[in-house]
């Protein structure tokens, strides 16, 4: 498990970060792997924060605990 307390949405936002320097070009060889390899590692992180929620999504159903009915009328 992630000892990482960053929130997924600020990694999201760095992981974003990092694409956009490596697609403008403008880095040196060596700084585009050091960016490319944060840049994994973040994916990474956010992968495994993601299926921690989905695991925690499938106990609270099992429990019986169903997602609320959206009415559109109100």
């Known amino acids: 498990m992630s000892k990482d307390k960053t929130s997924f949405e600020a990694q999201l936002s760095k992981l974003n970060e990092i694409v956009n320097a490596l697609e403008v070009g ?3 060889l060596d700084d585009s792997l050091k960016q490319y390899e944060a840049g994994i590692k973040l994916v990474r ?3 495994e924060k993601l299926n921690n929620a989905q695991q925690q999504i499938e106990i609270l159903k099992d429990k019986g605990v169903e997602p609320f009915d959206v009415d559109d009328s109100a």
């Open 26 to 28: 403008e880095l040196s």
């Open 45 to 47: 992180t956010c992968q």
